[in-house]
């Protein structure tokens, strides 16, 4: 009879145990899906920032005839560039130095 309550004790421990283990693991998985979203933005405002000082250096869309000058790329259309290229070098790096045992 007292191993039947110690079973039962220790049951409910183990539900209750798997209960909280169940909800951290959900919280876990919002905050990486979290900072996975956020990468992006981070190199969305680094590029805003960055292209804000220096588009005078950087500017690719300029075509120099000497006698003149011509903008062919708008400064949103060179940031956007940007920003798709450091988005997918970052990726490409992310996915590169992932431990080869999550895939």
Do not use: C, T
């Amino acid at each position: 009879m007292v191993a039947n309550k110690i079973d039962k004790a220790e049951v409910n421990r183990i539900i209750l145990e798997n209960e909280y283990l169940k909800k951290r693991m959900k919280l876990l998985e919002k905050n990486v899906n979290e900072v996975e979203n956020k990468w992006s933005e981070n190199i969305d405002s680094f590029v805003d920032q960055w292209y804000a000082e220096n588009n005078e250096k950087i500017d690719i869309g300029i075509l120099d005839f000497k006698l003149f000058k011509i903008d062919i790329f708008p400064d949103y259309l060179e940031k956007y560039i940007y920003k798709k290229i450091i988005k997918i070098m970052f990726s490409f790096l992310k996915h590169s130095l992932r431990p080869k045992e999550l895939d």
